[in-house]
């Protein structure tokens, strides 16, 4: 089955620089990678997706990029802010053998942004 | 959270104790999944319902049991089977074709008395 491997565990930065968090995957046949924000007790919120025929996606400061050959994506937010502070996990889209799909989710990364 | 709802918020078992976890969507989505979150272990599918009156084993599908009576409709039980409940559980529904995001609800936090 899929299996997503999701890094760094833990990211802090200053606000106003950039912060990358980088995801792989295993099965070939996923095709579709979301990205979502937690916030403390509550549920994801997704913020951007990418599908597998696409190389990069961009909505305001973030932007996500996915190489499919090295079976690898990327979450990349620019000039943070202190609301950008949450879990954030990357997720890959796979197929049951009977029909239906799933997502498989990367262990989540934890991003301070720091005044 | 779109249009999905879950309740209660939290949820406290005794011993032995089934516990039923709501969750209601009006997005009329056809698919609708229960994830259990643990710390520092992502989100893991523990069944998920593509049409009414059908549903699939997730990964984690032992101790645990649902139905999909209605469309908006996909409660989770956790049984008496079920020996570690301590978890943050999410809903989450979807379009079957096409797109597939999934959404996700609040969430209801499950402890053990």
């Known amino acids: 089955g899929e299996n997503v491997e999701q890094h760094p565990s833990t990211l802090s930065v200053q606000e106003g620089d950039s912060a990358v968090i980088k995801c792989t995957y295993s099965?070939?046949?996923?095709?579709?990678f979301p990205w979502y924000k937690q916030e403390l007790g509550k549920g994801p919120q997704l913020i951007i997706d990418?599908?597998?025929?696409?190389g990069e996606k961009k909505d305001q400061r973030i932007a996500v990029t996915l190489n499919k050959t090295a079976k690898h994506f990327s979450l990349h937010i620019t000039e943070t802010q202190p609301e950008d502070s949450a879990v954030y996990f990357c997720?890959?889209?796979?197929?049951?053998?009977?029909?239906?799909?799933?997502?498989?989710f990367g262990t989540g990364t934890q991003l301070k942004v720091e005044l | 959270d779109g249009g999905i709802t879950q309740s209660p918020k939290y949820l406290f078992r005794k011993e032995g104790q089934n516990v039923t976890l709501s969750c209601e969507q009006n997005?009329?989505?056809?698919?609708m999944y229960w994830y259990r979150q643990d710390p520092g272990q992502g989100l893991r599918l523990i069944y998920y319902?593509?049409?009414?009156?059908?549903?699939q084993k997730g990964d984690i599908a032992e101790g645990y049991s649902v139905s999909r009576e209605k469309k908006e409709s996909f409660p989770l039980t956790v049984t008496s089977a079920q020996k570690n409940p301590t978890a943050f559980y999410l809903c989450a529904s979807s379009i079957l074709a096409g797109e597939k995001t999934q959404y996700f609800g609040p969430g209801t936090r499950l402890l053990v008395l």
């Open positions: 099965d070939s046949a996923s095709n579709y």
């Open positions: 319902s593509q049409i009414v009156n059908d549903f």
């Open positions: 997720a890959a889209l796979s197929f049951f053998t009977g029909g239906g799909n799933k997502l498989t």
């Open positions: 990418i599908r597998s025929n696409v």
């Open positions: 997005l009329n989505h056809d698919a």
